[in-house]
């Protein structure tokens, strides 16, 4: 029995996580599609998207709702856009941007079969170069696997984000710095980004993915 | 009031100071902009009516960009990788193809071990023709039906075809390499430059690469495993193939890869900035590496014998000496030599080239020194990681003391603690004369009544930890038959017993001796009752435990039962 979670527009079924398609009969990244009460649901695989795990983990708030507007920085093929897609619903939308070629083709057919999507191809560590392409947005998710990721999202947010909107950040400790221990990352983002945003909520991500963070935070 | 033009993707806005939208223009296509957008038009923006042209607009400049992306570096990628997979199928074929042929002419099969050449042979010629050439007298192969022949001959077209198409990519790839990166080709070659490029993703990001990373491209999973681990690290990646670095002594690869990556790291600057072609120039000042007399073959190492360090005037044999080469071995390597102990192998040992040229000395094998009865402090190089400070300052020298308390390969105090032995007396170990000599092997069992231990007031109060066993046996009897346990006692009163005296066994034996008769030796085989015992049922036995014994020395800590352990359960 599928039935709303403690999050807004996910659902749950015991472990399995669902959001309800906004693209019914399509799959996305073969994931399983249940319908029940003529309703479809897509099944949220945590150990593919680090949002899923995070509410899996227990995040009691990721910030998304329904018609909101998101940046997703480094939206690779649209595994976890996807979902954040079927949460915010027709009347949201996402930006979703990448900076490699060969994931964002994918990302462009998915877009097309979304009437809430886009695609940008930039590089997230520089907003001023698309500043002219977006809105403001609501909530700023960032997944990149980059060295400097907590300043790419700090810059973002402050260049997007509205006065009380929520950034989520996904922290990848090996590509920060591979020979420190990830307790010791985690804690100095954690110190970086809490000098401008308030810290929601903060989660590794353990049995689905070693050595990641995820935060929830709020503009100030 | 003065305005503002604003160009964004959708349009021209004109804004007032406040960043209100005063004025919109939207535009057909979407508009290239660069303009820094005031918060408030950001805000506006979010309005419902833009959001499908901002859609669209996006996509359509993605759909653009994507499209321009495209570039020589892609195809060079996808040669190289279609060039792999080609060679791996065509290794997979071959092998399959032998097998299936050589029941039709073996003689042949075996004769050709080239696949390449083999494909194309038994695809266009007889087996007559095949078999005229190796000379064989007579053929172990069966003679097949045309049917059965067909399927083999297309399989050997088949694979003629791969390695055809191989050569064709690979001839491709020449001539795109030979016009998108020269002088990378020049020196590195067609397989391994486009594998460079392949790896990286494009002559760019290639470019921006230190000449230390481009030598272990390809090498990643060691370099990690050094990262993290302090494992060796990797000397080579891609470039390991390449003949200035293959064809090496052991040796000196790891030099040559370094040598080799510099110059690559010049040729691919180079390229991508369209400069000349260098590569002649760069491949000449390797080969002169080549020539320097650093292999063992070329020069021995140190005549006089392996671990002595020369003697100062020792005559050298070495054709171009690239270094200055040392007069004498300096002042501190002799100071350190062991005092009156001339045969004693010196502290260090020459390192670099063993032909001779002098450039540094490492530290002898601590065993070594040790055999020759010099002092050897600890080795205090430790590069696990896990000894490592996160900071990168030098650890704290270690005092004597802390070296003893702590495991002597700790670098600093703290570190890593070898768990203290906890050695069990063993059941049964008898004291033996080397203990008694060199103390006990075990420590001794805690003593608990030495340390003052009291049992606490309230363990008492809630009552027993256990439960009392059910006396079961109190009246019962069980006969046990057999031998009994404990040795009866040795005087034997007459008075118990059953009423027939008969039947008694003692007065059997009394009979027997009135009678003249041996008395029987064993007398145990008769039943025993428990009864008859001394405190013989459990529940007698259990009294008798309850009683405080007053005979016996009362003890600091009575011990009890243990309570039963607790049985986990779901
Ligand atoms: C781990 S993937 C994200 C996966 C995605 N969040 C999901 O769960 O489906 C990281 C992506 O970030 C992209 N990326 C890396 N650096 C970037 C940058 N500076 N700007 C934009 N995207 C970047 C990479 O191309 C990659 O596709």
Same mark, same amino acid.
């Given at each position: 029995m599928i039935e709303p979670s403690k999050i807004f527009e996910v659902f749950q079924e015991k472990q399995a996580l669902f959001t309800k398609s906004l693209n019914p009969g399509k799959k996305v990244y073969n994931e399983r599609l249940v319908i029940q009460d003529g309703v479809e649901y897509r099944q949220w695989d945590p150990t593919k998207s680090k949002l899923g795990a995070a509410i899996l983990r227990g995040a009691s708030n990721v910030g998304i709702r329904k018609g909101d507007i998101v940046l997703y920085l480094g939206c690779s093929t649209g595994t976890t856009p996807s979902h954040v897609s079927d949460m915010i619903g027709e009347d949201g939308f996402l930006f979703g941007l990448d900076v490699a070629p060969r994931v964002l083709r994918n990302f462009v057919?998915?877009?097309?079969?979304?009437?809430?999507?886009t695609a940008l191809f930039e590089d997230a560590a520089h907003p001023e170069q698309y500043a002219a392409k977006v809105c403001e947005v609501d909530v700023v998710y960032q997944d990149v696997a980059q060295r400097n990721q907590a300043e790419i999202f700090l810059k973002n947010c402050k260049a997007f984000l509205k006065d009380g909107g929520y950034g989520l950040l996904a922290v990848k400790a090996r590509s920060v710095d591979i020979t420190k221990k990830p307790a010791v990352i985690f804690r100095e983002v954690r110190e970086q980004i809490g000098k401008e945003l308030i810290i929601v909520d903060e989660r590794t991500l353990e049995p689905f993915e070693k050595d990641h963070c995820f935060f929830v935070c709020r503009k100030k | 009031m003065p305005k503002a033009i604003v160009k964004h993707l959708l349009g021209e806005f004109i804004v007032d100071q406040a960043g209100k939208i005063v004025k919109e223009t939207l535009a057909d296509a979407p508009l290239e902009s660069q303009d820094p957008i005031p918060s408030p038009l950001l805000t506006a923006l979010k309005a419902q009516k833009y959001r499908a042209i901002l859609r669209d607009f996006n996509l359509d400049i993605v759909k653009q960009k994507i499209k321009a992306s495209v570039c020589v570096d892609n195809f060079i990628g996808q040669a190289i990788n279609s060039m792999a997979d080609l060679e791996r199928s065509a290794n997979q074929v071959s092998r399959r193809l032998r097998e299936w042929y050589a029941l039709y002419n073996p003689e042949f099969t075996v004769s050709l071990q080239d696949n390449e050449k083999f494909a194309e042979l038994v695809a266009t010629r007889s087996k007559e023709a095949l078999l005229a050439d190796v000379k064989a007298r007579g053929t172990m192969g069966a003679d097949l039906k045309k049917e059965d022949l067909d399927p083999i001959l297309d399989l050997a077209a088949l694979l003629h075809s791969l390695f055809a198409q191989k050569n064709a990519l690979h001839e491709y790839l020449e001539r795109a390499l030979s016009k998108h990166a020269p002088n990378l080709k020049a020196i590195a070659g067609t397989a391994i430059a486009a594998k460079l490029i392949e790896h990286t993703g494009s002559l760019k990001k290639l470019m921006l690469l230190p000449a230390s990373t481009l030598q272990i491209l390809g090498a990643e999973k060691a370099l990690f495993r050094h990262l993290t681990t302090g494992a060796r690290p990797p000397k080579f990646g891609y470039i390991m193939h390449h003949p200035f670095v293959a064809q090496a002594p052991r040796e000196e690869k790891?030099?040559?890869?370094?040598?080799?990556?510099d110059k690559l790291a010049m040729a691919v600057k180079m390229?991508?900035?369209?400069?000349?072609f260098i590569a002649d120039r760069l491949k000449k000042e390797l080969e002169e590496k080549t020539h320097l007399p650093r292999s063992k073959k070329q020069a021995p190492a140190f005549p006089a014998g392996k671990h002595e360090a020369p003697s100062a005037n020792a005559p050298s044999s070495k054709p171009t000496p690239m270094y200055q080469k040392r007069e004498s071995i300096p002042a501190w390597v002799q100071q350190d030599?062991?005092? &009156?102990?001339?045969?004693?192998? =010196? @502290?260090?040992? +020459?390192?670099?080239?063993?032909? &001779?040229?002098?450039?540094?000395? =490492? @530290?002898?094998? +601590?065993?070594?020194?040790?055999?020759?009865?010099?002092?050897v402090p600890y080795p205090h190089r430790v590069f696990n990681r896990q000894f490592a400070r996160q900071d990168g300052k030098p650890f704290p020298p270690r005092s004597k003391d802390e070296r003893t308390e702590a495991s002597p390969k700790a670098p600093f105090p703290g570190a890593y603690k070898r768990p203290a032995p906890f050695n069990r007396p063993q059941q049964g170990f008898r004291s033996s004369e080397r203990e008694v000599q060199d103390g006990p092997r075990y420590r001794k069992p805690f003593d608990r009544a030495q340390q003052g231990f009291q049992r606490p007031a309230e363990r008492e109060q809630d009552g027993p930890r256990y439960r009392k066993p059910i006396k079961r046996f109190e009246q019962e009897e069980r006969p046990s038959y057999g031998r009994a346990r404990r040795a009866p006692a040795p005087e034997r009163s007459f008075s118990r017993g059953g009423s027939n005296r008969e039947e008694r066994p003692a007065f059997r034996s009394?009979?027997?001796?009135?009678?003249?008769?041996?008395?029987?030796?064993?007398?145990?085989?008769?039943?025993?009752?428990?009864?008859?015992?001394?405190?013989?049922s459990p529940a007698q036995r259990f009294q008798k435990r309850q009683e405080p014994a007053e005979e016996r020395e009362p003890r600091a800590y009575s011990r009890e039962r243990k309570p039963p352990m607790k049985r986990w359960r779901k």
């Open positions: 057919f998915l877009c097309e079969q979304r009437p809430n999507m | 790891g030099r040559r890869a370094r040598q080799l990556a390229d991508y900035f369209k400069g000349e030599r062991a005092p &009156g102990t001339s045969s004693a192998p =010196a @502290p260090f040992r +020459r390192t670099g080239s063993p032909s &001779g040229e002098m450039r540094g000395f =490492a @530290p002898r094998k +601590r065993e070594e020194r040790i055999d020759a009865g010099q002092k009394r009979e027997r001796e009135e009678r003249g008769a041996e008395p029987r030796k064993n007398s145990f085989s008769r039943p025993v009752f428990n009864s008859q015992r001394k405190n013989s």
